[in-house]
């Protein structure tokens, strides 16, 4: 079952913030989070492996709530540069079981 | 970063003839490959898992006759899509996870564009 993300679209002015949850039914082992442009392959952003681990890259960062099986994407002082489809990846299993489902995917577009 | 190569990039092909597609990590070894497609504004839709010499693992509702998938040493897996007909038109993406533990990453390759006609 692919996680579920919120919200679906935003669109941001720059130099505004915003927020990307992605939340699981099922225990997740690991968070992945990846940027796709129109028409490309997804661009991987960050992973978090454990509870309460919290990455930053630039101004985007995420959290990782391992109780609550939830991970939020954290964008701030969102550049045009940011626009694109964000998508958080959910990886189960270990070894050779595991994989990876990726949510629906927020579209985030900003604007001047 | 490490890089994946997929190839080809773009593919046009008759209906009822078969392609395969390639995926390389060109600098690391992946004993673990991912398959993807992905319609036109929906999200990567996980077909099956690639594990180096052993059998593909395949979602449900996944074909694994028609979409055979060999990943026979750690740095190749392909994905032979078997008499193709235009609804597996799509973009199908391959992931290859390196690194263990605190240090895996998942790195995507370019993607190919499969058109059927």
């Known amino acids: 079952q692919q996680p579920v993300q919120s919200p679906q679209a935003v669109i941001l002015r720059e130099g505004e913030d915003a927020v990307i949850n992605c939340s699981s039914s099922k225990a997740l082992y690991s968070v992945h989070w990846y940027r796709q442009k129109h028409g490309e392959a997804p661009v991987f952003l960050m992973i978090?492996?454990?509870?309460?681990e919290q990455k930053g890259h630039e101004k985007i960062s995420a959290s990782f709530n391992e109780k609550k099986q939830q991970s939020s994407l954290y964008l701030t002082a969102s550049q045009l540069s940011y626009s694109g489809t964000y998508f958080c990846?959910?990886?189960?299993?270990?070894?050779?079981?595991?994989?990876?489902?990726f949510g629906i995917g927020t579209k985030l577009q900003v604007i001047p | 970063g490490a890089v994946v190569s997929q190839h080809p990039s773009w593919v046009i092909c008759k209906s009822g003839t078969s392609v395969k597609i390639e995926c390389r990590s060109l600098d690391f070894q992946a004993t673990t490959m991912f398959w993807y497609r992905q319609f036109p504004k929906q999200s990567l839709m996980l077909m099956a898992t690639?594990?180096?010499?052993?059998?593909?693992?395949?979602e449900q509702g996944v074909e694994k006759d028609k979409f055979l998938i060999n990943h026979a040493s750690l740095t190749l897996s392909t994905l032979t899509v078997t008499s193709a007909h235009p609804e597996d038109s799509s973009f199908y993406i391959c992931s290859a996870l390196t690194g263990q533990g605190a240090y895996t990453e998942a790195f995507f390759g370019q993607g190919t564009r499969l058109t059927v006609v």
């Open positions: 990846g959910a990886r189960t299993g270990s070894g050779g079981y595991q994989k990876v489902t």
């Open positions: 978090l492996l454990k509870g309460g």
């Open positions: 690639s594990n180096e010499g052993s059998k593909a693992t395949y």
